[in-house]
């Protein structure tokens, strides 16, 4: 079944269950359903919409090719190969757009150099799992805290300390994948580099920059760190598969060094204006503009649990959101990709277009979301799991894991199992944060064998009808770094507990738009400060975009 019509039927069925079985109001569970729909429609499709209208201007006016070309002459070495495009780069693109795109892109490119089809989805499937929490902006976490309730910079710190464990060894770990245990041993110098470096910066932005930029950071220093590596160490001989031609080197760079600055200008502009975006005073100052708070009629506040009204106030915040701020970096990359308004016109409307079933499936899986937490669903599935003991931690990783095989989406799993999971926490005396972090931390190591990404891999390498081989292929990975991740939740929750992050949670009042309405009458000065220092940085970066990467070689 197509994703959005199971979307659709699964919502259909909720609510009658809703309402047959759980006693809930007709309105009620229309509202809540409507409730959700709303918060996937914005900020999540939002986020989704403009992430991937910059991919697809980048791919129209060629400087996508620019991109390719610049990272395969660097090295002729298919290990080398796969840690910088699959690895790497597939995190940039995870980090940017997400939901199936760096999977597609990677794996193409990486038949385009000579990989084996099967190795090439199979290594990229793998590789797409250290970034997948923290990918398209952010938007795992951000649905994550949403639904469970629970702080999102907390929960951005809480899986910014376990998944740099899972980003340490992937690369050298799919290496061995490929080359076997000698060969993949031999450039484990390069697996260091490429992991480490990745794993430090996703720590470092995701405990104090919180969830939007951990990937797109974190690739960028990979990338760095492994091209400046590779100018002082290089294999002594370049491996390629057994049934390939000898080697001629490395490929040709066809372009000047100004047209590569020109080809990624357009994502250090995204994350330059994402890291701003994140500043505090940045955001008051873009919400004292526009930003729209209204509760849900009929519906906020008119369920109790536990004695207490549970809020439902919707947040429209047009300016602040992580797309907008995207939408703002695709059109400063219009000028530097050199696109004429006609064609951008075009793209977005292909790009709504491609997106127009995903943004059903993303709205609706939401709306499920929220009419299992408001009917108390996700209350009985928590007291249920709770009868697991002192073991749940472990298996909170596994449930994250399930969600993300079902949907494709570790943010659809943190929309499913979220509150479930902070309620079972709550249950048996641990710290929600940590197996609502294990719900997207062990997620990601669904997303290997997700028939969603099943699918997108054996288009890109050409391989359709051999999902079951790739599936054979990655299950077995899949379920040891699970475990992996299982384990590290078991010592966060009872031995280290140090590592869990301090915070306060934030219960939404009634009073809470009127808090914000006088909150917001204090101009916040030092945000327009930040907001000029950006915009004369993302200037100069287009106009010396233009300038320098003009002439063809």
């Not at 209204?294 to 439902?312: D, Q, S, T, W, Y």
């Not at 996700?378 to 749940?392: D, E, Y």
């Not at 081989?469 to 990975?477: A, N, P, S």
Request: glycine content about 10%; overall charge positive; aromatic content about 12%.
């Amino acid at each position: 079944m197509k994703g959005h019509w199971a979307a659709i039927s699964a919502v259909a069925i909720t609510v009658v269950i809703a309402v047959v079985v759980y006693g809930m109001p007709v309105k009620y569970s229309l509202l809540s359903t409507f409730y959700g729909m709303l918060f996937g429609l914005w900020p999540v499709c939002w986020i989704v919409i403009t992430a991937v209208f910059i991919y697809n201007l980048s791919v129209k006016t060629g400087q996508f090719e620019v991109i390719k070309n610049s990272l395969a002459c660097i090295s002729d070495d298919r290990r080398m190969q796969a840690l910088l495009i699959a690895f790497s780069f597939g995190a940039f693109i995870e980090g940017a757009a997400g939901f199936g795109t760096p999977v597609a892109i990677t794996a193409a490119m990486l038949v385009g150099l000579g990989f084996k089809p099967i190795y090439a989805a199979g290594i990229c499937l793998l590789a797409n799992t250290a970034p997948v929490a923290f990918g398209s902006i952010g938007i795992p976490i951000v649905v994550g805290a949403q639904v469970a309730g629970i702080d999102q910079m907390a929960l951005s710190q809480m899986v910014g300390r376990t998944l740099p464990f899972i980003s340490s060894i992937v690369p050298l770990y799919m290496i061995i994948l490929i080359s076997g245990w000698k060969k993949g041993l031999e450039v484990w110098p390069a697996a260091l580099v490429s992991g480490g470096s990745f794993a430090i910066v996703q720590w470092w932005s995701s405990n104090y920059l919180g969830p939007l930029l951990p990937d797109i950071l974190a690739s960028i220093a990979s990338i760095i760190g492994m091209v400046i590596f590779l100018r002082f160490w290089h294999p002594k001989e370049s491996w390629h598969f057994d049934d390939e031609p000898k080697s001629n080197g490395r490929a040709q760079l066809f372009y000047t060094g100004g047209q590569v600055f020109r080809a990624w200008a357009p994502f250090l502009i995204l994350s330059i204006i994402i890291a701003t975006w994140g500043i505090k005073p940045v955001k008051s100052i873009l919400d004292y503009f526009c930003m729209i708070k209204f509760p849900i009629p009929e519906l906020h506040n008119m369920i109790i649990r536990e004695g207490k009204p549970v809020a439902a106030i919707y947040t429209f915040n047009v300016l602040s959101s992580a797309g907008t701020a995207t939408l703002f970096s695709g059109l400063f990359s219009i000028f530097v990709m050199g696109a004429s308004l006609h064609t951008a016109a075009q793209i977005a409307i292909q790009t709504l277009k491609t997106l127009r079933w995903p943004i059903v499936t993303i709205s609706f899986i939401l709306g499920f979301a929220y009419i299992m937490n408001f009917s108390g669903m996700a209350i009985s599935l928590g007291n249920a799991f709770a009868k697991t003991g002192i073991l749940f931690p472990f298996f909170a990783a596994f449930l994250g894991w399930l969600g993300v095989f079902m949907t494709g989406s570790d943010t659809s799993s943190n929309a499913l199992f979220g509150k479930l999971q902070e309620v079972t926490a709550t249950q048996i005396g641990i710290d929600p944060v940590v197996t609502v972090g294990a719900n997207s931390s062990g997620g990601v190591c669904g997303k290997m064998i997700s028939p969603q990404s099943l699918s997108v891999a054996t288009a890109a390498v050409g391989l359709v009808g051999h999902e079951s081989d790739i599936f054979r292929f990655t299950l077995k990975h899949s379920l040891i770094l699970t475990t992996v991740v299982g384990i590290i939740t078991m010592l966060q929750a009872y031995v280290i507990k140090w590592i869990i992050p301090t915070y306060t949670k934030t219960i939404v009042a009634a009073s809470t738009a009127n808090k914000t309405a006088a909150t917001a009458s204090v101009f916040p000065v030092e945000g327009m400060k930040y907001l000029g220092i950006t915009l004369v940085v993302v200037f100069l970066i287009t106009v010396i975009s233009r300038i320098i990467g003009k002439d063809k070689k």
